[in-house]
T-cell receptor, first 115, second 116 residues
Framework: SAVISQKPSRDICQRGTSLTIQCQVD?????MFWYRQQPGQSLTLIATANQGSEATYESGFVIDKFPISRPNLTFSTLTVSNMSPEDSSIYLC????????????FGPGTRLTVT | AQTVTQSQPEMSVQEAETVTLSCTYDTSENNYYLFWYKQPPSRQMILVIRQEAYKQQNATENRFSVNFQKAAKSFSLKISDSQLGDTAMYFC?????????????FGKGTLLTVNP
């Protein structure tokens, strides 16, 4: 399995500001994913990040609001831009390993509160 | 588009007993993967078990096993000898490796509480 860390683990931000979340994997992976989990809800995929190409966004999510970087095979960032209270959620990154099956391994999540 | 349904928002079980969580899904694909993930209060999503659709044999991992009924599009999780540490939200997830960019589609989850 892959070990994934995220920074920060939590943050409280003011509306209108931006926050960048970092995701680090302990081994090289082909695909990384960013999810949002609103309070008491399931996970919703924001985008898929492949190294060396633009991220692929799901319906309802746009690059201007959630820019993503994937500079190498072990690291990715998600920025939540121009935040509003509706962006208060847990943001999780995951990675699909280059070995084995199709399972994804998840980071511990970043709890974001926007005031 | 694939959908995943977990019809039990909450369940409880006594320690050492067995509990089954249900999951159904809708797809027109023949080749796909199904997963159960566990999310305890710490928020960490943990992979519990995986099932490949082309395998008839049900997957097992220690105290966790699945009942995979492909024709019925059903994928239930059985937890035997429940432990207090099994208390968590459990999510069923579907993945189609063909043309879906390997993304997971999650159900809404079942909150399982194991009582002492």
């Amino acid at each position: 399995s892959a070990v994934i860390s995220q920074k920060p683990s939590r943050d409280i931000c003011q509306r209108g500001t931006s926050l960048t979340i970092q995701c680090q994997v302990d081994s090289q992976v082909t695909m990384m994913f960013w999810y949002r989990q609103q309070p008491g809800q399931s996970l919703t995929l924001i985008a898929t990040a492949n190294q060396g190409s633009e991220a692929t966004y799901e319906s309802g999510f746009v690059i201007d609001k959630f820019p993503i970087s994937r500079p190498n095979l072990t690291f990715s960032t998600l920025t939540v831009s121009n935040m509003s209270p509706e962006d208060s959620s847990i943001y999780l990154c995951s990675a699909r390993a280059t070995w084995g099956g199709y399972e994804q391994y998840f980071g511990p999540g970043t709890r974001l509160t926007v005031t | 588009a694939q959908t995943v349904t977990q019809s039990q928002p909450e369940m409880s079980v006594q320690e050492a007993e067995t509990v089954t969580l249900s999951c159904t899904y809708d797809t027109s694909e023949n080749n796909y993967y199904l997963f159960w993930y566990k999310q305890p209060p710490s928020r960490q999503m943990i992979l519990v078990i995986r099932q490949e659709a082309y395998k008839q044999q049900n997957a097992t991992e220690n105290r966790f096993s699945v009942n995979f009924q492909k024709a019925a599009k059903s994928f239930s999780l059985k937890i035997s000898d429940s432990q207090l540490g099994d208390t968590a939200m459990y999510f069923c997830a579907f993945m189609n490796p063909q043309g879906s960019n390997y993304k997971l589609t999650f159900g809404k989850g079942t909150l399982l509480t194991v009582n002492p």
